[in-house]
């Protein structure tokens, strides 16, 4: 069993930013990626950003590349998620995610699942 606690989360004004953290305990296993999802009141939740174990793999939603920004550190079994650039469409209850493959979390089936922080983007 995993559970995640994400933070950070707040009131920020367009073009702002903000840095979410994750923070991951229990049994994680020997290697486990780590992403963030969104959802936006009356829509779907999306993919944001996903990071391998090491670190070395990336992969960003359109909507938020050159923007966000996914980083881990394997020793406080934390990831981040630094959002620049803010946007009223980035507007959202960000959720924080694990799976024990990369492919999980980049296809949107990660195995756990934070409670989620509000970010909320003011014009």
């Known amino acids: 069993q995993v559970q995640l606690v994400e933070s950070g989360g707040g009131l920020v004004q367009a073009g702002g930013s903000l840095r979410l953290s994750c923070a991951a305990s229990?049994?994680?296993?020997?290697?486990?990626?780590m992403g963030w999802f969104r959802q936006a009141p009356d829509k779907e939740r999306e993919f944001v950003a996903a990071?391998?174990?090491?670190?070395?793999?990336?992969y960003y939603a359109i909507a938020v590349k050159g923007r966000f920004t996914i980083s881990r550190d394997n020793a406080k079994n934390t990831v981040a998620l630094q959002m620049n650039s803010l946007k009223p469409e980035d507007t959202a209850v960000y959720y924080c995610?694990?799976?024990?493959?990369?492919?999980?979390?980049?296809?949107?089936?990660?195995?756990?699942w934070g409670q989620g922080t509000q970010v909320t983007v003011s014009t």
């Open positions: 229990g049994r994680t296993g020997s290697s486990y990626a």
């Open positions: 990071i391998n174990w090491s670190g070395g793999s990336t």
């Open positions: 995610a694990v799976a024990n493959s990369y492919g999980a979390v980049v296809g949107g089936t990660p195995d756990y």
